[in-house]
């Protein structure tokens, strides 16, 4: 029996495709009594074999206090108490300040402050922002989470202007003209630019050259924009995945525009989400949307009749494009949208609860080309009179197949920060803590197993099987310190087994740390039966 340890180093990597399903009855309850029978999946309208199923409560998750029943050679050990508040939810604001003009953002900064109120002991909360400004990491501190949100501003990324352009360019319209070469848009835009610079109306190519310089010059800055908040979203999620315990992103926006071109990030963001377990929720702060026909307070640089009716359908179009890309990364991860309602109190309420049961669908599409194109993905009951289905829409393909040893790797990372007990293998998880100054402590994490009920494979005269033990702790407010693994490879003779048998096994990793509170992970997995157990810890060292 041979030991390697290492830290623990983990990288995101797409595996089987996963979907996430709700399913609410017609007074918006989520079910919870489906099977995986009921559900029909379709990749590209062609049917798939759901080969993973499970259906997901949402709640608290009590943590089990820790057995202390060994010692420390030559050392006086103390007791790992339970804390009594070790955090279980972890909600994170992503206010998209890069869009949000002040009085969407004013109006939802305040809805989120009085959310907060409503946070229990056992919630830890994040500030964050797309623009990368006024930000704080997960705490409890409420008075730190009002102080940061209250100082939230608006942050685009181009000038902020109080007029209207001439000719008034938006990022869809200049899409629209310049990518999508929609003559309609450019005829309108063209117009205006008459109108509002009083050219000849025979000067159309002049007109028409103004429209496209400023076309590229919206399309240069919403690109940004466009890019920058999906970075920032991802990079949430990467931060959010280390989080053990149940995960909730409410991204606050008015939407915004993500064009063919950030169709590949928009699934990426969706892909690691998923993967992660991570819920992100969309809140379009714009309320109840103005039609810019019967919106007396918005002036025009041109008009007839004609031209607004035709200026108006472009601006609609625009506002429900906007709200697309927060429809697909809530929907595509299993989570809510909430919009077109000014009450954001309610849909504060609505978006950091999670939904009570909802389920992930899991297949391996059949003759998969690794060529990164986009999947189509429809899911149906097959009761569904009176039933409502929210499912990831698509996915893209990957470039490569993961091999086993990185399934395997991701497996025991996704368990790690999970909160999620499994028992697969006979595993106890053992805390212990000794202090060596007023400063400076050490918790002792042993994982003690059972080999009788571990499988092994008969080869040489020896017994054959490699455990993976990996053990991580996490701070108060559940932030992840640090994890250890150790590979322990058995090749046993037949006499080595028996005494096993009898005095079983155990692996000690000791953390140093400074007094405090930590929740500890303890996540073991084997080679041979390719099973799994994970337990959940915790420790206060005064």
């Not at 007074?27 to 993973?52: N, V």
Request: net charge neutral.
């Amino acid at each position: 029996m041979a030991t390697k340890e290492a830290p623990a180093l983990f990288k995101a990597r797409v595996n089987l495709v996963m979907v996430p399903v709700v399913v609410r009855d017609a007074k918006g309850r989520a079910l919870g009594t489906f099977a995986k029978d009921d559900f029909q999946l379709f990749d590209k309208g062609k049917p798939q074999l759901i080969t993973k199923f499970s259906v997901e409560k949402s709640g608290s998750k009590a943590v089990k206090e820790a057995q202390t029943t060994d010692t420390i050679p030559g050392e006086k050990a103390d007791d790992a108490a339970m804390p009594p508040d070790i955090p279980e939810r972890f909600i994170a604001y992503l206010f998209d300040d890069q869009h949000l003009p002040f009085a969407d953002l004013a109006r939802s900064r305040d809805a989120a402050i009085r959310h907060l109120d409503s946070l229990q002991k056992t919630d830890r909360a994040a500030v964050y922002t797309t623009s990368g400004q006024n930000q704080v990491e997960f705490t409890d501190d409420r008075e730190q989470l009002q102080r940061t949100i209250q100082s939230i501003r608006p942050r685009s990324i181009s000038d902020p202007v109080t007029t209207y352009q001439c000719p008034e360019i938006s990022y869809y319209m200049a899409d629209m003209i310049f990518n999508k070469h929609d003559s309609m848009a450019m005829s309108l835009a063209v117009q205006e630019t008459i109108a509002c610079m009083g050219l000849d109306p025979r000067a159309a190519s002049a007109a028409q050259g103004i429209v496209e310089g400023a076309c590229q010059r919206v399309l240069s800055v919403g690109n940004q924009e466009t890019h920058v908040s999906l970075t920032v979203l991802r990079e949430v999620v990467r931060r959010m995945s280390g989080m053990p315990g149940q995960r909730t992103i409410i991204l606050v926006s008015p939407g915004f525009i993500a064009t063919m071109d950030y169709q590949q990030e928009v699934t990426e963001v969706i892909e690691r989400a998923v993967h992660a377990n991570v819920l992100v929720n969309s809140l379009d702060a714009r309320g109840l949307w103005v039609d810019p026909m019967v919106d007396a307070s918005r002036p025009t640089n041109a008009s007839t009749p004609a031209f607004l009716n035709l200026k108006s359908q472009y601006d609609r179009a625009s506002a429900s494009a906007q709200a697309d890309v927060l429809a697909e990364v809530a929907y595509g991860t299993g989570g809510g949208f909430f919009q077109n309602n000014n009450d954001l109190d309610e849909g504060f309420r609505r978006l950091a609860t999670a939904p009570e049961f909802y389920y992930i669908l899991g297949f391996s599409p059949q003759n998969l080309k690794l060529d990164g194109s986009f999947h189509a993905l429809k899911v149906t009951l097959k009761p569904s009179s009176g039933i409502g289905i929210t499912a990831r829409r698509g996915y893209y393909a990957p470039k490569k197949l993961s091999d086993a040893e990185e399934t395997a790797k991701q497996e025991i990372e996704e368990a790690l920060f999970s909160r999620d007990e499994l028992s697969e293998l006979p595993v106890q998880l053992h805390t212990q803590f000794f202090k060596s100054s007023d400063k400076d402590a050490t918790i002792a994490v042993l994982c003690r197993m059972d080999p009788k009920h571990i499988q092994f494979r008969k080869a040489d005269g020896r017994n054959y099987n490699t455990l993976t033990v990996v053990s991580g702790i996490f701070d108060r407010n559940g932030n992840f310190m640090s994890a250890i693994q150790k590979t322990v490879e058995l090749r046993l003779k037949d006499p080595t087994l028996e005494k096993l048998l009898t005095t079983g096994m155990a692996i000690k990793t000791n953390f140093s740390v400074t007094p405090g509170t930590y929740m500890v992970r303890l996540v073991v997995r084997d080679s041979e039966g390719q099973l799994m157990s994970a337990a959940n810890g915790a420790v206060a060292i005064p």
